[in-house]
């Protein structure tokens, strides 16, 4: 009886959901077929995405930037996209969205040995190199920024979707 009683509980912790925060924390494997769907996901609403890896110095800047914003626009959808040239631990990724105020957005991460065709379906003249954020208006337009981004620039664009929102 007691195995039993030890049995069911083991399976429960096992499969019992995650709690709220860590779900949040939690990466996404970007594959094959995810700039698609993270595209339709976000359909008609303003969307930055942003491309970035714990071994790039000025993400370790931007990042921060970006969760604070994504704290006072709650209107704009943030995906994050872990796209570091050298492969990193999930954890180190996760660690350092929580860190930045990020814990919360969609976030993902390169599951694909074959970065080069992961990159190629974002964009084909893309070489690799972060941070890089692609701005998606609520028409699909898309604005890229190679390199770290100015959060005027960013802050300019949002007043442009709130404008047309409006409209």
Do not use: Y
């Not at 872990?82 to 990724?93: E, G, Q």
């Amino acid at each position: 009886m007691k195995r039993a009683v030890l049995a069911a509980i083991f399976w429960f912790v096992l499969l019992a959901p995650a709690p709220a925060a860590e779900v949040a924390s939690q990466l996404k494997p970007f594959g094959r077929g995810s700039w698609q769907e993270i595209q339709r996901a976000h359909a008609g609403r303003p969307t930055i995405v942003h491309f970035w890896g714990v071994t790039c110095g000025p993400c370790k800047v931007e990042l921060p930037l970006l969760g604070q914003f994504m704290k006072e626009h709650v209107a704009i959808d943030m995906v994050t996209i872990s796209a570091d040239l050298v492969p990193n631990l999930p954890s180190a990724a996760r660690a350092m969205l929580e860190k930045a105020g990020l814990g919360t957005a969609e976030n993902w991460i390169f599951d694909d040995g074959f970065v080069e065709r992961l990159r190629f379906e974002i964009d084909p003249a893309w070489q690799g190199e972060i941070p890089r954020t692609i701005l998606i208006s609520r028409s699909g337009d898309t604005t890229t920024i190679e390199g770290s981004a100015e959060m005027a620039d960013i802050e300019k664009w949002f007043e442009q979707q709130q404008t047309a929102a409006s409209k």
